[in-house]
């Protein structure tokens, strides 16, 4: 009975003592109190051409006084960020520094993001102190860096596209003069069998931009299959008084084509040479023919046969 009653006397106090703490907390968090809180800061569409001179902040401390209740409730809360908007300052474009009011320049978005009954009683900082130098500009071409392989019989059939293929690079001068094209940041893929595009930011020097920040890349792929025309063999460089004849007179050239442009190839658009003077220093009557001519389009290109024989006759 004496630990039963020992036991129940001691929950007893302890149930009271915990409510007691709870009115007690109560009544405090309806006290009023002053305390800080952080909101970040975002700068939207700061111009290209300029440096700042100094880090801005990435956060506005606010001094507020409310309820114990209400300012808890702002430690645990993600607060949508203070914006700057660069645009909303072109009055200051010849300015190398200017001062912007916190107070005054969020005075309203604060009180959309905190209950009515808060009191800002201060801003931290009381202004955003901007130092800014103008860069110089230059126009540079842009190249693609890629690591690409290709499915069986699929090749790109045509250049690189890049747009646009210029950007505006801004820079201190004594950088930028020494710059004559920028590169993308790497394009990687493999067994590729259909055009690529891509949107790729570029790599820029320490303390550069550039306008715009990223270029579109086109990389034109197709299936490839294989193309034969007889090509006639030409010899080059023989004196009006000869002639030479070669066996065979006409080769076949076989090779890849993209099939967009397969029907579009025909044996003028190659030329087979040979040259009088190799014939002339030979000790045989045959030489390698020489594929001196083809379309841009055209891959892997081989002659059959690569040698022919030749003869030499005089024109009466």
């Not at 950007?167 to 710059?179: A, K, W």
Request: charge should be negative; hydrophobic fraction near 40%.
């Amino acid at each position: 009975m004496k630990v039963f009653l020992v036991s129940r006397d001691t929950f007893i106090f302890l149930f009271f003592l915990i409510i007691s703490g709870l009115f007690w907390i109560i009544i405090s968090l309806n006290k009023n109190y002053e305390t800080r809180i952080a909101i970040p800061v975002e700068y939207l569409n700061t111009p290209a051409e300029i440096e700042l001179m100094a880090e801005l902040p990435t956060y506005i401390t606010l001094k507020v006084k409310d309820k114990g209740t209400t300012l808890i409730g702002y430690s645990s809360r993600q607060f949508t960020p203070l914006t700057i908007d660069f645009n909303d300052y072109t009055a200051y474009n010849n300015s190398d520094e200017w001062s912007i009011p916190t107070a005054s320049t969020f005075d309203k978005e604060v009180k959309e993001l905190l209950n009515p009954s808060t009191q800002v009683l201060d801003y931290f900082p009381p202004a955003i102190e901007i130092e800014k130098k103008l860069l110089s500009q230059k126009r540079v071409p842009v190249r693609a860096i890629t690591e690409l392989s290709y499915d069986r019989q699929y090749y790109p059939s045509d250049s690189i596209q890049i747009e646009p293929k210029e950007v505006t690079l801004y820079g201190y001068q004594e950088i930028i003069d020494t710059i004559n094209w920028v590169y993308t940041m790497p394009i990687i893929a493999s067994q590729l069998k259909d055009t690529l595009l891509v949107t790729r930011s570029l790599q820029l020097p320490a303390h550069c931009r550039s306008n715009p920040k990223e270029v579109n890349v086109n990389i034109p792929i197709e299936f490839y299959t294989e193309g034969k025309q007889m090509v006639p063999v030409t010899v080059t460089g023989v004196p009006e008084n000869l002639q030479v004849r070669t066996f065979p007179a006409e080769v076949e050239v076989v090779y890849m084509a993209g099939f967009s442009q397969f029907k579009s190839i025909i044996p003028a658009d190659f030329t087979v040479t040979l040259l009088y003077e190799d014939l002339i220093r030979s000790n045989n009557n045959t030489h390698a023919v020489t594929l001196s001519q083809y379309p841009s389009h055209v891959l892997k290109p081989k002659i059959k046969p690569e040698k022919v024989q030749w003869l030499i006759e005089f024109i009466k």
